[in-house]
């Protein structure tokens, strides 16, 4: 199993930029994706990106052009750079990292874009 901790998260404004890292310890190097989700205020948590570890990348189309997933395999972290940030970002970004069937959670970063 792994345990992700993110951080990064903070207040920020429309436009701006923001850089969410996490990193996994534990059995790292069995992990086959990681990636970022989304959860806004009231509603369901959904899939910003995510990189397999044959480096495959899939966006949101919410963030196609904007956000940017990036992996270090080696170290066990994931990052989302998030630029042109938008007030409908806002929300908790969970970290996630699947491994044997198993997908496993961080506690979350707070994002929150003033317009």
């Known amino acids: 199993q792994v345990q992700l901790v993110e951080s990064g998260g903070g207040l920020v404004q429309a436009g701006g930029s923001l850089r969410l890292s996490c990193a996994a310890s534990g059995s790292i190097f069995s992990i086959n994706a990681m990636g970022w989700y989304h959860q806004a205020p009231g509603k369901q948590r959904e899939l910003v990106a995510v990189t397999a570890t044959g480096g495959s990348i899939i966006y949101a189309d919410s963030v196609k052009g904007r956000f940017t997933i990036s992996r270090d395999n080696a170290k066990g972290t994931v990052y989302l750079q998030m630029n042109t940030v938008k007030p409908d970002d806002t929300g908790i970004y969970f970290c996630?990292?699947?491994?044997?069937?198993?997908?496993?959670w961080g506690q979350g970063t707070q994002v929150t874009v003033s317009s």
């Open positions: 996630s990292a699947r491994l044997w069937g198993n997908t496993y």
